[in-house]
């Protein structure tokens, strides 16, 4: 199979995946989060469906899971800030609390009109991250809703979109690298202005003739992690996330994604760590 044609099949089986995911019954908002700043700028309607954050020269907004959890499959559907998003900043990520926090973050990083958003991810254990890798997506996450995930188990944490695994981070304690795994996190997130670096550096600067700014969020789901669960027949969203390792399907995605969509990687910036890389990217 030529290249082109590899690359066809496969966003038409991250397509299919992505279907799937979409039709799962979400949690309700109402029940399951609390609106924390930003005034009437946090909204939940829909019966408890649907959430809304927005952004205004004035404030931003967010929320916050009213319960904690320690392990599991976090999924939630967004539809990003459409338009003229420069300098805003969509983040939706686990943490605990104080200064050896741990923390599991997905960040959308927005741009002008026709340029692509950027998907920073980091993941911090005691208080210290500098474990980014950022993506572009393969598709246009302001014109429909899409999946991301976050599978945390005690072996790794899985960063996934639309099912498909974008970055993994793997326990590597038994080399010395701390691994979160002790605290139980709140789920978060907000919509905030940082056009004084999310965009370009922060060369370019939010345009708030646009605002308000509004990103939409539905069909949030936690799913523990449960050793009795059975695998099943290639939806790696419905049973194989349970086991301790990516199928050969997920790594040929995961390849994909990294080989085509990642525009940084901690692991390979010689410049940001001239004494050597961290011991997990060796």
Same mark, same amino acid.
């Given at each position: 199979?030529?290249?082109?044609s ?9 397509a ?7 039709s799962?019954?979400?949690? &309700? ?6 609106l924390t700043w ?6 939940i ?7 809304t ?10 929320? %916050?899971s009213k ?9 939630? %559907?967004l539809? +990003?800030v459409a338009?003229n /998003?420069?300098g805003?900043v969509?983040?939706?990520y686990?943490s /605990?609390q ?7 973050d ?10 692509p958003?950027?998907?920073?991810t ?7 991250? &500098?474990r980014?890798? %950022? ?13 991301y995930?976050?599978?945390?188990k ?9 099912n498909t695994?974008i970055?993994?981070?793997?326990n590597?304690?038994?080399?010395g690298?701390?691994?979160?795994? &002790?605290?139980a996190m709140r789920i978060?997130?907000? +919509? ?7 965009t370009?550096g922060?060369?370019?600067?939010a ?9 939409y ?6 799913t523990?992690?449960s ?9 790696f969203?419905n049973g194989?996330?349970?086991?301790n ?12 994604v %990294?080989?085509?969509?990642m525009?940084?990687n ?5 410049k940001?760590f001239?004494?050597? +890389?961290?011991t997990e990217?060796?």
């Amino acid at each position: 199979m030529g290249t082109s044609s590899f690359h066809q099949t496969l966003l038409i089986s991250m397509a299919v995946l992505a279907t799937m995911v979409g039709s799962a019954v979400g949690g &309700n908002f109402y029940q399951d989060f609390d609106l924390t700043w930003g005034g009437q700028r946090a909204k939940i309607f829909g019966g408890g469906q649907m959430l809304t954050l927005s952004l205004d020269k004035t404030s931003g907004s967010g929320f %916050q899971s009213k319960k904690e959890y320690l392990f599991g499959r976090i999924d939630m %559907q967004l539809k +990003l800030v459409a338009g003229n /998003s420069a300098g805003t900043v969509t983040a939706y990520y686990l943490s /605990s609390q104080g200064p050896t926090h741990d923390e599991i973050d997905f960040e959308f990083l927005g741009n002008v009109s026709g340029d692509p958003y950027i998907l920073h991810t980091n993941v911090f254990t005691q208080g210290k991250g &500098n474990r980014e890798q %950022q993506f572009y997506l393969w598709f246009d996450p302001t014109k429909n809703f899409h999946t991301y995930s976050i599978i945390w188990k005690p072996q790794h944490i899985t960063f996934l979109v639309d099912n498909t695994p974008i970055r993994v981070f793997n326990n590597g304690e038994n080399r010395g690298i701390p691994f979160p795994k &002790n605290q139980a996190m709140r789920i978060y997130s907000s +919509l905030w202005n940082a056009d004084d670096w999310a965009t370009r550096g922060g060369l370019v600067k939010a345009d708030w003739s646009k605002a308000p700014f509004t990103a939409y969020y539905r069909n949030f789901q936690v799913t523990p992690v449960s050793s009795s669960r059975s695998r099943s027949s290639g939806e790696f969203g419905n049973g194989d996330w349970q086991s301790n390792a990516l199928d050969a399907s997920a790594r040929r995605r995961l390849r994909w994604v %990294q080989k085509n969509f990642m525009i940084y990687n901690y692991c390979t910036d010689f410049k940001r760590f001239p004494q050597g +890389l961290p011991t997990e990217c060796k």
